[in-house]
Structure formats: structure tokens, C-alpha cells
């Protein structure tokens, strides 16, 4: 393998300059078996901790209103994302359709016509509803502005068998440019946990009491005003098809007249609540919805673009995995490998940080390698991975006549834990992260463990230490490793 990096060569040459004289030095105190991994988390500094905190915009959505310089701007960040991976991945299938969807998303910011989502359970009353503001008696919701309401119903939510599940259903109203969600009573746990989804998606919501005709007048006042205490945003009343009543009529003569009446829907609140929103806030609807959609597509292409950068950032983890093994396993020494790790490691942030565009100082990856290695340390992950290596070994029956082993597949683990680390944190981040750009500490940690735990299974260790036993040592030793597989 050639090694044209000036980081990794120097650091290699000191390690072995350093080794060479430890043959000549007996008495260098030892480290013990697992030196290497503790001193190489050390050092570094807290450069992490002065650098501020980033978030992907796409992660939490504002609840307050949206103007149109707010949309325009998030429509132009996801036109950069999709202009990215054009440079990135040139012939990729999708470019095309995404950047016809970015012009589309500019043309809706003057749509006139208003998208209304019709949602809620089974049997709620979403289609009579339909009927009966579709039939004229929301004409006063009709304003100069917005000359038409479209209703659309949505999949009742809630249902076990069902041909969408409640998230496509959700994903469905969120195009839409405002929600009537319709209950029959007190709301239900599921019934709360989606609203709440509704208002963190930024939806505006107008929460509908239908068939209220059903409860007695006490128990009508009682079920409204704990929805209103549940959900203080728009909480209306309605009876979009009632139940036939029993009408009297007595007679002069004594006799009684009787017969069934439908009385006509009551939507009253409903459509002066509709009135008032469209009137107030129609543009504002429209541009949340516009800014809905452009996250999403931002959130695809960005998916996309993180999909070609692994398929890059991947080879280069294994090339610097291997080679960290290999140092660690040729240096008798534990206090030694320190020196040759981190310049791989140090490499290897650098390498990554070139694919996601987050571009690192020689000293600033250095220190972002020690920092790692320190959260390595604080979690537990470098006794934990140790343990579990060794166990393996053993398992295997494997001699442990070179005595780097367990050091040499242990560094080679760590970092590829630390790789795939700094991969899933940056594709959380911002596409195109300026240098300088701070790492959010806690988030790192939180990605470390994240990624520690998807790889501790027994399955992966157990091929992943055979990998590393089929590099390390020599092929005369490795039929003792297949042969005690065979046999246990």
C-alpha cells in the first residue's frame, strides 16, 4: 500500500525510530496489555468544547408563522443540497425530478387555491363533512383571496389493517395547507400523540368535535371544554350529519301527531372559524406548506448525497483501520502506539472531513482524534472493545504467540468505530459545513455510543476478528483459528 500522506508517514517513522531505541532501553516501565488504547485517548485539549453547537434546520420546525423571505431562503438551501449532488454523483437518476421539484416549490408560493386535510379515525364523519361544507353551507368561507377550499379526505388514522400506515397518512396532510381533525369525544392517547406531531410539523390544525349531537347537553359542555384544555389552539363543535329527533304535534282534538326530523348540520362554528384563519392567515398557510415541502425535499436530496459520500467515506475507514492494526501489532511497546495512532487517526479525520465538506487543520484534526479517543475512554467503549476481542480470540483458540493481537484488532475496531462516528455525526449536519464549523460534543458522544452498540454484535465480531487475524498474522497460524471454528 502506498502512503503519500505526510501525517501517516511521519508518524509511523516516529513510532518505529522510538521502538528501535526501546530495544536498546530495558527499563522502560510497561504500560500493560491495553496501554495503547488508554494513552492514545489522552491528549488533544478541549478544542471541541469552544466550538458552538450546529443544527440541521430541518430537524425542528418553528411554530411561529413563516414569511415568504423565511421559505424563500429554505427553497434555496435545498436547491444547494440537490446542486451538490449533482457535482457529486453527476449521472445520479434522480437529479432531474428534484430540480423540477425545486422549480415547482417557487411557482407555489402565489397558489391561490387552499389544500385542506379532512383526517381522524374511523367513523369519525370525515366524508359527510365533506358533503356538507362542499354543498354551500361554507359559502362564507370563500374570500376574495383564496376564491376555493379544496377538501381532501385522508385513510382513517388509528387502523390496525389498514393500506397506509398513520405516518403515510400524517405525510399526506402536511402537503396540505391546513388540518380539520375530527373526534368524537375526549381525545385518546393516540388521538394527542398525533395532533402533537401536527403542531411540531408546523400544521395548523382546527380540532373538530363532531357528532357532538350524541352527548347530552351537560356532558356536550364537559367533553368541549376538556378538548379546549387539551388542545388550546382551534377547538370547534360540530354535527355534520344529526340524528333524526321525534317531533310532537297534539291537536285540538286530543290527538298526537308523531315523526322523525333531521335537523340540519350544525357547522356554524366551524365555518366562522374557517372564515376567520383563511382571511387572516391565507398567505401565511400557503407559505408553511411550501416550507413543509421544501424541507422534505431538501431531507431526500440531502439522504441521497449522504448515501454517496458513505460509499467514499467507507474504503478510506477500512484503509485506516488496518493500518492503525498493523501498527499497534508490530510495536511490542504499548506506550509507543500512541504515536502512530493518532497520526492515523488524525489522518483519517482529515480524509473524512475532505468528503463532507468540513475541512480540518492539521491541529484541529489532531485534536478532534485526541477528543474522540477521550470520549472513548469516559463511555467505557476501549475496555468494553478490548474485552470483547479477547473473548473472541480465546474462543477461537487462537495463540496469543504474537503478543500484539488483541491490541492490533482492538485499534483496528476502535477505529473504525471512530470513522463511522465522525460519518453519522456529519450527516446530521448541514450539507457543506464551512471549516471552522464547531462539533457539538454531547451529539459526538451520543453518536459514539450509537454506533459502538450497532457493532458489539457477536455475529459482526466474529468476522470482523477474523478479518483482523487474517491480516495480522501469519497464514501458517490461521488454520488454528478455522480449525476451532470448525470444531466448536
Aim: net charge negative; aromatic share 6%; charged share 15%.
Amino acid at each position: 500500500m502506498k502512503l503519500q500522506r505526510p501525517i501517516l508517514v511521519g508518524g509511523l517513522g516516529l513510532s518505529f525510530s522510538l521502538w528501535m531505541l526501546q530495544n536498546l532501553h530495558h527499563s522502560m516501565v510497561q504500560m500493560g496489555e491495553f496501554g495503547l488504547l488508554s494513552l492514545l485517548a489522552l491528549g488533544g485539549g478541549l478544542w471541541l468544547f469552544k466550538l458552538n453547537r450546529t443544527q440541521d434546520s430541518s430537524e425542528v420546525l418553528n411554530s411561529a408563522p413563516v414569511d415568504r423571505a423565511t421559505v424563500e431562503g429554505t427553497i434555496a438551501k435545498a436547491e444547494a443540497v440537490v446542486n451538490q449532488l449533482a457535482q457529486e454523483a453527476e449521472n445520479h437518476e434522480t437529479i432531474g425530478t428534484l430540480r423540477e421539484q425545486v422549480a415547482h416549490l417557487t411557482v407555489e408560493l402565489d397558489r391561490q387555491e387552499m389544500i385542506a386535510a379532512v383526517t381522524g379515525g374511523k367513523s369519525v364523519g370525515k366524508t359527510t363533512l365533506i358533503q356538507v361544507l362542499e354543498s354551500g353551507c361554507c359559502q362564507n368561507v370563500e374570500t376574495q383571496s383564496f376564491p376555493s377550499v379544496q377538501f381532501q379526505e385522508t385513510p382513517p388514522l388509528f387502523v390496525e389493517a389498514g393500506e397506509k400506515s398513520d405516518a403515510d397518512v400524517l405525510t399526506q396532510a402536511n402537503k396540505s395547507d391546513f388540518v380539520l381533525f375530527l373526534t368524537t369525544g375526549d381525545l385518546t392517547d393516540s388521538e394527542f400523540q398525533t395532533l402533537q406531531q401536527l403542531k411540531t410539523a408546523n400544521q395548523s390544525t382546527i380540532l373538530v368535535f363532531n357528532k357532538q349531537d350524541q352527548y347530552l347537553p351537560d356532558e356536550r359542555v364537559s367533553v368541549l371544554e376538556s378538548l379546549k384544555h387539551r388542545m388550546p389552539s382551534f377547538v370547534v363543535a360540530t354535527t355534520a350529519s344529526p340524528s333524526p329527533i321525534k317531533v310532537r304535534k297534539h291537536q285540538e282534538d286530543g290527538w298526537v301527531q308523531e315523526w322523525l326530523e333531521v335537523p340540519a348540520p350544525d357547522i356554524q362554528q366551524l365555518t366562522q372559524q374557517l372564515g376567520e384563519m383563511l382571511t387572516q392567515q391565507g398567505p401565511q398557510l400557503v407559505w408553511a406548506t411550501t416550507m413543509r415541502k421544501a424541507l422534505l425535499l431538501k431531507a431526500e436530496a440531502k439522504n441521497l448525497l449522504n448515501g454517496t459520500r458513505r460509499d467514499r467515506a467507507v474504503p478510506v475507514i477500512e484503509q485506516h483501520q488496518w493500518i492503525a492494526a498493523a501498527a499497534a501489532f508490530v510495536n511490542p511497546v504499548p506506550a509507543l502506539d500512541i504515536l502512530a495512532t493518532a497520526a492515523i487517526n488524525a489522518q483519517m479525520v482529515m480524509d473524512l472531513g475532505g468528503i463532507y465538506q468540513q475541512r480540518f487543520s492539521l491541529e484541529q484534526a489532531q485534536t478532534v482524534a485526541g477528543t474522540m479517543g477521550s470520549l472513548m475512554l469516559k463511555l467505557g467503549l476501549v475496555e468494553l472493545s478490548s474485552k470483547a476481542i479477547g473473548t473472541v480470540l480465546k474462543s477461537n483458540a487462537v495463540t496469543f504467540v504474537a503478543g500484539g493481537l488483541v491490541q492490533g484488532v482492538s485499534a483496528a475496531y476502535l477505529t473504525r468505530i471512530a470513522g463511522l462516528s465522525l460519518v453519522e455525526y456529519f450527516q446530521q449536519q448541514e450539507v457543506a459545513i464551512n471549516s471552522g464549523t464547531a462539533l457539538n460534543l454531547d451529539k459526538l458522544g451520543q453518536t459514539l455510543q450509537k454506533v459502538f452498540q450497532q457493532s458489539q454484535q457477536i455475529g459482526f465480531l466474529q468476522g470482523f476478528v477474523k478479518q483482523g487475524v487474517g491480516r495480522l498474522l501469519p497464514q501458517a497460524q490461521q488454520p488454528q483459528l478455522i480449525e476451532s471454528e470448525i470444531t466448536a
